[in-house]
């Protein structure tokens, strides 16, 4: 993920955001359209900056948009990795993948909404390349 | 995604390229589990230096190769995992529960 990559993001972090997109459209295509094929899905891509408490921290926020089946919330939760079984393998790799996961559903309009945060840093602390 | 399969005496050797992602790892399970279940082959490995990528559905395929192989008796070994196929079997925290050797040497003397 270039744009990951360009805002300073590890390069574990950057496979695990792009596994986390790879997940999340592979359970649209798998649940919301039920593997039809041509079926429209949205991804928008932002920079994030919040400031609070004297910090500021960047990050990334993702959009995935679909119009398909709502998902079903329990599936959301991912599993227990105790258990030794294939399936609900998708929902883990996504979670541990950001900081942020959030999925709303309205109207036939399904929303997955991914932040992950880089490090904060002091307000008017100045960031020296390579620190 | 390429896969093909050599034989060795009583194994198996599924050799496997590209990436098993949702589009792919069906064609992965078919074959790991025609193996087990319909050749009742004692031990398939499968070699995934050339793997490039496995996502949670490949993952999936490969568990169910495992348990059919326990339920037949018999044995799926891995070998020749990528650092992000590697990966990805840590974040599922089934590094433990498979056989997995370095090398195809090191996975047919196992």
């Known amino acids: ?131 | 995604m390429q896969i093909s399969t050599r034989r060795l005496d009583k194994t198996a050797i599924l050799d496997i390229s590209g990436d098993i992602d949702l589009a792919h790892s069906t064609e992965v399970r078919r074959m790991v589990l025609f193996e087990f279940r319909q050749n009742r082959t004692p031990r398939v490995i499968l070699n995934l230096h050339d793997v490039n990528y496995i996502d949670s559905s490949g993952v999936a395929s490969l568990v169910e190769g495992l348990k059919a192989a326990r339920d037949v008796g018999s044995r799926l070994i891995l070998y020749g995992l990528s650092p992000i196929a590697h990966e990805v079997l840590q974040l599922s925290k089934l590094l433990k529960i498979f056989e997995i050797y370095d090398t195809e040497d090191m996975a047919l003397e196992a």
């Open chain 1, 1 to 131: 993920m270039r744009l990951a990559e360009e805002m300073g993001f590890a390069a574990e972090q950057c496979r695990g955001l792009t596994r986390a997109v790879d997940e999340a459209l592979a359970n649209i295509i798998r649940h919301a359209y039920d593997g039809r094929p041509g079926q429209p899905i949205e991804l928008l891509c932002r920079r994030l900056q919040d400031r609070a408490h004297g910090k500021q921290r960047g990050g990334l926020e993702i959009l995935i948009v679909d119009h398909g089946a709502a998902a079903d919330r329990k599936s959301l939760c991912g599993r227990s990795l105790d258990d030794v079984r294939p399936g609900g393998l998708g929902v883990h790799f996504i979670k541990e993948a950001v900081d942020v996961m959030q999925y709303t559903s309205r109207a036939r309009t399904n929303q997955l909404r991914l932040v992950k945060y880089l490090p904060a840093t002091k307000l008017g602390a100045k960031t020296v390349k390579g620190e």
